[in-house]
């Protein structure tokens, strides 16, 4: 018999929150610490109808690894890189899913390969004699969430910009199903026929139709799976966040890696960072591996921030001149004088300068420029969890909408004209270059809460109107599930409907995710 552990939750344990900052309850976690155990425990808890919530690193913002209820199932002892292998595409690493990017780009880096196995024959060897490392270039903003739950909510993050979302990097999947059964796809191998997905699974034959709807592949989107003709049964698990089956294994593939030059460029105004924005984008030479954008409001909060404590944020102080900024990184190859020489030209034409510009190399310098970057979410993140002991039922409230290029300016002045005219306070920051930034609304009662929810369910239908997503990166979970049938009508909920009920009649796997409950 193979064991696995147990343990009952108490009162504020972490498993019961995310980073949404919203909490949820359950009886025991299930921590199992392989495929095997993983495969028992789902068996044993499928007989007898016990509801498994999937917990990982809970990164997520969405409240998708909050339980209502039941056990929660922790893949955190199921980490670690197992191997590299290589196709005609290139190489790929073999990883479990509590792997985080930073400890798998670690490995790679440092080329620790010493533990790993040739996932196909002298692949570890063929990448350690490589002149230059290769890495894995998807970077969902949080370098310590888990790669598996990247996978299951498509999560993606500035260098979409350049490298496209998770999807397009996931070779293959090893799944558990409800019941304890497990498959293992590779993409190609299992396709839908039209709208008819059949595949084989353990003992069964699965067999469904998928929903009438297209995933919008026009703009960043991680509005559910990518549902569409001849889809591949890959894709099925990609953005449908544990709800048909519980990724036990990825592979995914990866890039050479190579040196990069980061730049922070400082404008007076919000105008001035959006038009250098679109300008560089436009360009078609520069190339950059993002486009990050920083609104004066957010600028205001970082200082406000350090003002306070310094220790807070560890950047040196900002510019008198820093009103708005812009950031970006470059692949420093034999044409970065001339890229750099047209960003000058470019800013200037804005009201910005290099001379006026950070500019990072080395690590320590390139990693204190990430802290600037990141340091409005999470500050805002803080804020709210302080909120918490007098407003229990508060979350944050952030943005996560994108809309195609020629929509963006009409999308950024319907959220001001709205936030304005309600009266909340805000900062926008974020992942311009894909015409997706982040609206966080700065809270300050349960009043501004109920106000904030009625804005976002506007932005989230003015995005879709536009052609747009509304949510780009951070998934469904729970607390955004009413944008899915904003999105896919009650045809295309019911679509997905079907699917689960097909998979998981019993309804046991991350009740609440995407979909309502059922039992």
Same mark, same amino acid.
């Given at each position: 018999?193979?064991?696995?552990?147990?343990?009952?939750?108490?009162?504020?344990?972490?498993?019961?929150?995310?980073?949404?900052?919203?909490?949820?309850?359950?009886?025991? =976690? !299930?921590?199992?610490?392989?495929?095997?155990? #993983? /495969?028992?425990?789902?068996?044993?808890?499928?007989?007898?109808?016990?509801?498994?919530?999937?917990?990982?690193?809970?990164?997520?913002?969405?409240?998708?690894? =909050?339980?209502?209820?039941?056990?929660?199932?922790?893949?955190?002892?199921?980490?670690?890189?197992?191997? *590299?292998?290589?196709?005609? /595409?290139?190489?790929?690493?073999?990883?479990?899913?509590?792997?985080?990017?930073?400890?798998?780009?670690? !490995?790679?880096?440092?080329?620790?390969?010493?533990?790993?196995?040739?996932?196909?024959?002298?692949? !570890?060897?063929?990448?350690?004699?490589?002149?230059? %490392?290769?890495?894995?270039? @998807?970077?969902?903003?949080?370098?310590?969430?888990?790669?598996?739950?990247?996978?299951?909510?498509?999560?993606?993050?500035?260098?979409?910009?350049?490298?496209?979302?998770?999807?397009?990097?996931?070779?293959?999947?090893?799944?558990?199903?409800?019941?304890?059964?497990?498959?293992?796809?590779?993409?190609?191998?299992?396709?839908?026929?039209?709208?008819?997905?059949?595949?084989?699974?353990?003992?069964? #034959?699965?067999?469904?139709?998928?929903?009438?709807?297209?995933?919008?592949?026009? =703009?960043?989107?991680?509005?559910?799976?990518? *549902?569409?003709?001849?889809?591949?049964?890959?894709?099925?698990? @990609?953005?449908?966040?544990?709800?048909?089956?519980?990724?036990?294994?990825?592979?995914?593939?990866?890039?050479?890696?190579?040196? #990069?030059?980061?730049?922070?460029?400082?404008?007076?105004?919000?105008?001035?960072?959006?038009?250098? $924005?679109?300008?560089?984008?436009?360009?078609?030479?520069?190339?950059?591996?993002?486009?990050?954008?920083?609104?004066?409001?957010?600028?205001?909060?970082?200082?406000?921030?350090?003002?306070?404590?310094?220790?807070? @944020?560890?950047? %040196?102080?900002?510019?008198?001149?820093?009103?708005?900024?812009?950031?970006?990184?470059?692949?420093?190859?034999?044409?970065?004088?001339?890229?750099?020489? &047209?960003?000058?030209?470019?800013?200037?034409?804005?009201?910005?300068?290099?001379?006026?510009?950070?500019?990072?190399?080395?690590?320590?310098?390139?990693?204190?420029?990430?802290?600037?970057?990141?340091?409005?979410?999470?500050?805002?993140?803080?804020?709210?969890?302080?909120?918490?002991?007098?407003?229990?039922?508060?979350?944050?409230?952030?943005?996560?909408?994108?809309?195609?290029?020629?929509?963006?300016?009409?999308?950024?002045?319907?959220?001001?004209?709205?936030?304005?005219?309600?009266?909340?306070?805000?900062?926008?920051?974020?992942?311009?270059?894909?015409?997706?930034?982040?609206?966080?609304?700065?809270?300050?009662?349960?009043?501004?809460?109920?106000?904030? &929810?009625?804005?976002?369910?506007?932005?989230?239908?003015?995005?879709?109107?536009?052609?747009?997503?509304?949510?780009?990166?951070?998934? $469904?979970?729970? $607390?955004?599930?009413?944008?899915?049938?904003?999105?896919?009508?009650?045809?295309?909920?019911?679509?997905?409907? /079907?699917?689960?009920?097909?998979?998981?009649? &019993?309804?046991?796997?991350?009740?609440?995710?995407?979909?309502?409950?059922?039992?």
């Amino acid at each position: 018999m193979i064991l696995f552990d147990r343990q009952r939750i108490r009162t504020g344990s972490r498993y019961l929150t995310d980073e949404s900052k919203t909490t949820g309850s359950a009886e025991y =976690v !299930v921590t199992p610490n392989d495929g095997n155990e #993983l /495969r028992e425990a789902m068996r044993v808890n499928h007989s007898k109808g016990n509801r498994m919530t999937v917990s990982a690193m809970r990164t997520g913002v969405c409240g998708g690894c =909050v339980p209502n209820g039941g056990y929660v199932l922790s893949l955190e002892r199921m980490t670690g890189v197992i191997g *590299i292998g290589r196709d005609e /595409r290139g190489y790929f690493a073999r990883v479990l899913p509590c792997t985080t990017v930073r400890e798998l780009n670690r !490995v790679l880096t440092t080329r620790d390969f010493s533990r790993l196995v040739d996932v196909t024959p002298g692949a !570890v060897e063929s990448l350690k004699g490589e002149a230059t %490392p290769w890495f894995y270039p @998807i970077d969902p903003t949080e370098l310590d969430g888990s790669i598996g739950g990247n996978i299951a909510c498509n999560s993606s993050g500035p260098r979409t910009f350049k490298y496209g979302p998770t999807r397009d990097w996931v070779r293959r999947l090893d799944i558990v199903l409800a019941d304890g059964q497990g498959m293992d796809i590779t993409r190609g191998e299992f396709k839908a026929e039209g709208r008819r997905m059949t595949f084989p699974a353990g003992r069964e #034959l699965y067999s469904f139709e998928i929903p009438g709807y297209d995933f919008n592949r026009n =703009v960043k989107n991680a509005t559910g799976p990518m *549902i569409e003709e001849d889809m591949d049964l890959v894709d099925l698990f @990609i953005g449908s966040e544990g709800i048909f089956g519980i990724i036990a294994e990825a592979d995914v593939y990866l890039a050479p890696w190579h040196p #990069l030059l980061s730049l922070i460029l400082f404008f007076r105004t919000d105008e001035d960072a959006i038009g250098t $924005i679109r300008d560089i984008r436009n360009d078609g030479s520069i190339d950059p591996e993002f486009l990050e954008y920083m609104d004066c409001r957010s600028i205001e909060l970082v200082r406000r921030t350090m003002d306070g404590d310094p220790a807070l @944020i560890r950047i %040196p102080a900002l510019p008198e001149y820093a009103g708005s900024a812009v950031f970006l990184d470059l692949n420093e190859d034999e044409n970065i004088e001339g890229r750099i020489a &047209k960003i000058g030209r470019i800013a200037e034409a804005h009201g910005g300068s290099l001379s006026r510009t950070w500019c990072g190399r080395d690590a320590q310098s390139r990693e204190r420029m990430r802290e600037l970057r990141h340091s409005v979410p999470r500050t805002i993140f803080e804020y709210v969890a302080s909120l918490k002991g007098s407003m229990p039922d508060i979350h944050k409230m952030g943005t996560d909408m994108s809309v195609p290029d020629d929509a963006a300016d009409e999308m950024m002045a319907f959220y001001k004209e709205r936030l304005d005219g309600s009266g909340l306070e805000y900062v926008i920051f974020g992942h311009m270059g894909d015409n997706h930034p982040h609206v966080e609304i700065i809270l300050k009662s349960m009043e501004d809460f109920e106000k904030a &929810k009625r804005v976002y369910a506007e932005f989230a239908e003015k995005a879709i109107e536009l052609g747009g997503s509304p949510s780009a990166e951070h998934g $469904i979970g729970k $607390i955004k599930r009413e944008y899915m049938r904003m999105m896919y009508g009650d045809e295309g909920i019911a679509g997905l409907r /079907r699917i689960k009920d097909t998979m998981d009649p &019993k309804g046991m796997l991350c009740p609440g995710n995407i979909l309502e409950e059922t039992r």
